[in-house]
């Protein structure tokens, strides 16, 4: 349903990033769940920005409840959260409708809609995932109330500097007290120097988000085609610049035998555990109770200072250099919206798991 | 949905591996498109076997078309498709209710649903695939038929064994007089090799899967959470054993600068073309008009002759192995599914293109 | 999704009236419910025939389970529900390819597709209600068994004869006992004579069906689209013939007054119960768990043996009169498809209310 | 999906009548259509207010879109329509958290959701409907401009008081110039006396509104369960107040007979057409052509000046009669409602009918 995600938990994003506002309708929010703009605000200033070779477009990212919350509380009908556009200056964006930027979604929307906003990237702008950091608020209050679920994500990777992370040893203060959200602190230097040499020539890096979604209980994800890893990966595919995800051992999967990553089970306190967790946290497409673990794929940043070959609007080689500051790296400021929306993939499953008890 | 694929090209797979039968019920296909079983059985037979190492269970997989089919065209109503099951041995699985085999889903669906039908799997038998095999038929000859879409998938790696292969010059026939489905000629033996001392040990491999959509036209895919890769992504992990998925460059992409990454547009013969296809083929979440290239990982066999620690339905520890034939590595067998998966997420898009033109 | 009802309990029927078979699959239906052939038969042998005036067409209709259902309980997984078409006699149709009879699907489906399966009417054929009423039945088992929910239909009219019923009197067997299901015994005779002059005339007969769901919890049905009244009037006028529907005091309530309309609140053993029932059980499109009412119209069966003027598939004006036997009513067989077609409806409201609890 | 309609023209309405604002968000509308909020604000204000006997709440409705279109063209990406709640008197509502209003909501949503927002019937109010007469006005320039459809609806009937009106002949300027948007003038002064009577009473009316579909192709409407009528009777009993709903001869079909109620078909210039139309334009699910005519039964408004008995929130019975003004007859507000759900209906089934064109 393009705009929309969920079933039973729907988020619908909308917005462009230059109109006037960008928000998300949720529809199927339990009522009586306690619920305030500070418990959205805290994410969306965690989205803002981080670090510095970050975009100098500085959003307030003020968002309004404006429906579906009573006294503090839900109440069962549909949540609409507003987070007004401000800082757009649209003439930065002089010419752009003349443009196809290379990697960009110009051209494809342009030939898909035969029109498009081009101030800003308009609706394909990543400013449209403030939307889905609202709503994964939202989702994470349902998940921590109802479940006890924790959703924590890092940088594991930026450009050729690789973080060692154990990931069930994650904590969030760990990832918000490094610049670029990397709990690996002694890798901070190499990231910095990675950092600063491509924005010094002008040029992007991409990277690595790691994800660790704790006490999910056993039996979420609706098996054939809605395995809780399929939506998983559809909710991380989903968001701008993802190029792969992986769970568990992901692709080093593919060369171990069976012996090696098969995850033994025992019984442990009473429970039924694995001993170990080569395929993070999901068998058969349910999860099992154990950490699931997950990585997600960033390319670098499509915008650079770089001259390149392009086409314009009407068909002509053209060469391009973008002129003004850009993200050098967004993978810091993507583990937030990784964060949400595991939390929205998440909370579709926990209330379909309501819905089908035996 | 669960057990159902698509919006406007609708899948929904139906029955367990022991059971009287498997199939597939089709809603969404348009009229008067040209189908016989003939058509579907193609299909069913790559996916019946490959190579020696594959599971000795034979079944015929003789579709049956009962319903939307009149005198050789579709007439626009819900195709359903039948596989009897003939093969179930189901003494082969006495005391199965009482075992949940590692990273395999016996422990997941019995926690979540309460009961579960053991017999080879029940449901979670990788069996189910032969339906999506089905419907995958279906919806490619549609997509040749509207689009001209071809989809080409093959191996590309089994355990350590990587292949050296370039996407857009992989034929049908290259993959199909393989073995192993290995277009690489110059790896097969190193692929028997791995493959024969697995098996020797009792062991089993995984592997990973390319897939090449061809002629795919620009503009599919649904902005902003179905995205094409989105649907894509959704689709691979929605088969049984895949552990990660990705597309272009994928990873790699992770390690490269912005100016190593972005594909240059320029113009060719009057269509905006890219200069490389690093993105594979998707950008902004929307088909660009060139190859779309995914590469999907799976884990080995979970199934394997060596003794296992396990837990029983009753809790208790036990060691397990399994004594028969598997399996040694189903990657080969897994082609098709992936091809069929790629096909039905592309005939949803398809005609989602259609509803929503200008 | 044309084919398919409901978003939790999911039923979508397939098959042409005289193709292999026809029938039902079931997606959402919870795990662990009792389930035999039996459960479903009982149903269909209801729809299968009711007194003299019904179709001379004779089927078994034998329903088999063949999936999801494992010694006698549900798995959670699809329940594919197969009725073999054994009494197609195609040949009765012939030059029905060149034909489009009035009041009939035949022109508006040749319209919409391009292509028709003319035998029988093809997928138009009220014999696709069979696949409801087998539906319809594993609907009643979950709501028994969930919620205690019973449903209870009947004939309130056929043609000019009216019955006097008090509908929350009605029980089944009043129902059953009759030959046109019309628990007014005081009309029998008048009913009958109203048919049997139809028949002799070559004409046929519409009527009403009434319909009480009784022990609805309160709380179900999902505002604002979703209201329950607005899923059961969809559900009814999915049925073939329909032409109305009204709930409670329903177009009466257009003449009367709020003070004479609006039923009055009381605490009655210490729950919240009205007096009066003319808004038919439901209020702001939610459950109030009083009987929820509800009357559905159906023409007369549009097959007559009188001559009638149309128009053939090639365009040319003709006449033309059915030979043959048909249904001079079809309401008695109609009542167990209503009920179905409600169970369905409630069945999905049941699972949404289980899945959105505070 | 709860408070979503559709599902290629989709709408989703947000918003309690009491808080900031309420509002409709479309997605799936197709880009390069004209739109300006102009064309929107038309339709706000034939709701806003009819005649004397309505409410006294002034709102402005100024409707303001805050997504979706840009240079006056649908992008294609989601329209957030937002209209400002203005006039809300929440102290008007002291009280009304301890009171179950007799035939309200308030009753049933507290029992389903365990709270509720009291102030003016919260979500519940019908205050809801400005937005789906919002969106009803982007439905109506997509099947104008698509399709050449028009919906013109009028009042019927007011509490006894019937009109006698030929639906094809009936012109919007007709219905606008009554006070009562009934295009009889004939029953103009029976109407005002009934009204007149009921208000000097305290009292409230119902009525019936009539609705004519125009233009509408062949073709529309999808089989089984999304017939054309069956979305359309979903639409109409999702309308607040609603109690029935008929097509064609509707209930009357009923008393026919065959002969008496089939439409003949012949050919007129070329095309096939019915030379009566009877059936209401919509033959086995699927319209045919013709105008599509049906009717729609409003209960009494529930809120009356008289004393009722009821019930409080803490349980107690007790007596109640509300102070102030109410819509002694909400009837010819409700045309512009139910034209808004009309053309959802059929913006559905028009993308729908260009997704599976043969």
Redesign the interface.
Not at 282 to 289: C, P, T
């Given at each position: 349903?393009?705009?929309?995600?969920g079933?039973?938990f729907?988020v619908?994003?909308?917005?462009?990033s230059h109109?006037?506002?960008?928000?998300a309708?949720l529809?199927?929010v339990?009522?009586?769940l306690p619920l305030t703009e500070a418990d959205i605000q805290a994410d969306l200033d965690r989205r803002r920005s981080c670090g510095a070779y970050a975009t100098p477009r500085r959003e307030d990212d003020r968002v309004?409840i404006?429906?579906?919350v009573?006294q503090g509380?839900t109440?069962?009908?549909?949540?609409?959260l507003?987070i007004p556009n401000k800082q757009a200056r649209s003439q930065d964006y002089k010419g752009w409708e003349e443009l196809?930027r290379?990697?960009?979604?110009?051209?494809?929307?342009q030939?898909?809609?035969?029109?498009?906003?081009p101030r800003g990237g308009?609706?394909?702008s990543a400013r449209?995932t403030v939307a889905r950091v609202a709503a994964g608020a939202v989702a994470r209050k349902l998940l921590r109330q109802r479940a006890g679920v924790e959703i924590v994500g890092w940088v594991e990777?930026i450009?050729?500097v690789k973080a060692d992370v154990v990931s069930t040893e994650v904590a969030p203060d760990m990832v918000e007290r490094s610049p670029w959200r990397c709990p690996d602190a002694s890798v901070a230097e190499a990231m910095e120097l990675e950092l600063a040499e491509?924005a010094a020539?002008g040029?992007?890096?991409?990277?690595?988000v790691g994800l660790s979604l704790r006490h999910v209980p056993?039996?979420w994800?609706?098996?054939?085609?809605?395995?809780l890893?399929?939506?998983?990966?559809?909710?991380?595919?989903?968001i701008?610049a993802?190029?792969?995800?992986?769970?568990?051992?992901?692709?080093a999967?593919?060369?171990?035998?069976?012996?090696?990553?098969?995850?033994?089970?025992?019984?442990r306190e009473?429970r039924?555990r694995?001993?170990t967790n080569r395929?993070?946290g999901?068998?058969?497409?349910?999860?099992?109770?154990e950490e699931i673990y997950l990585r997600v794929?960033?390319?670098?940043?499509?915008?650079?200072a770089?001259p390149?070959?392009?086409?314009s609007a009407s068909?002509?080689?053209i060469e391009y250099a973008f002129k003004g500051r850009h993200d050098v790296c967004f993978v810091p400021r993507a583990v937030p919206v990784a964060e949400a929306m595991a939390a929205l993939a998440l909370a579709d499953c926990c209330?379909?798991?309501?819905?089908?008890?035996?």
């Open positions: 349903m393009s705009n929309t995600w079933e039973l729907r619908s994003t909308w917005g462009e109109g006037p506002a960008v928000g309708l529809d199927g339990p009522s009586k309004e404006l429906s579906g009573y509380l109440l069962g009908t549909p949540i609409m507003l196809y290379p990697s960009h979604a110009d051209y494809t929307w030939a898909k809609y035969g029109i498009r906003d308009g609706r394909a449209e990777q450009g050729r491509a020539g040029d992007s890096l991409g990277g690595v056993v039996g994800g609706e098996p054939v085609f809605d395995r890893n399929a939506l998983l990966a559809k909710a991380m595919l989903s701008p993802v190029k792969g995800v992986e769970f568990g051992e992901g692709f999967a593919a060369l171990r035998r069976g012996s090696e990553h098969n995850d033994a089970f025992a019984m009473g039924v694995t001993l395929s993070g999901i068998q058969g497409g349910i999860s099992n109770g794929a960033f390319k670098p940043t499509p915008t650079i770089l390149q070959h392009t086409v068909g002509d080689d209330l379909m798991a309501m819905s089908n008890r035996a």
